[in-house]
């Protein structure tokens, strides 16, 4: 693994209400929370991070476009754009870099509409209902796919 390898953690639309957004499905952890976590596993890890939030598509695929060079890896929950942006999914094939996704949720046991993601056809993995554990079990599958670089 690149020595410092960064890795883009990026969080789409709702999830700046972790914490109190349906605490039954989602977990009481706050995003503020949540990046703590990432931040100190990725540590561990031998990873740099750059944990994103935003509720606009364009703004994702921004950071995304950016990615490509200031990144070694990225790691997604996409929340609802997961299961509609093909935009996303165009900048995510553009960015040729692996990728993670990652749900809080398990997606399979919701409605039908949510069992389709975009990012999942371009994702080297994707990671659903484990909540917040999620994400760390990202950032350790992420560590170990940029050691095979």
């Not at 409605?111 to 659903?128: D, L, M, N, P, Q």
């Amino acid at each position: 693994m690149p020595i410092d390898a960064s890795v883009l953690i990026l969080n789409g639309p709702n999830l700046n209400m972790l914490g109190v957004r349906e605490p039954a499905v989602y977990g009481s952890q706050t995003l503020d929370e949540l990046e703590a976590a990432c931040q100190e596993r990725a540590e561990a890890l031998g990873l740099v991070i750059d944990f994103r939030q935003s509720n606009s598509e364009g703004e994702l695929v921004g950071w995304v476009q950016q990615a490509r060079t200031a990144n070694d890896g990225i790691i997604v929950n996409a929340g609802a754009y997961s299961h509609t942006s093909i935009a996303l999914l165009d900048a995510l094939t553009l960015a040729e870099l692996p990728v993670i996704e990652v749900h809080l949720s398990n997606i399979f046991r919701r409605e039908s509409f949510r069992h389709h993601s975009y990012v999942s056809t371009v994702a080297k993995g994707v990671i659903c209902g484990l909540g917040a554990h999620g994400y760390l079990l990202a950032l350790d599958a992420m560590a170990s796919i940029l050691d095979q670089v």
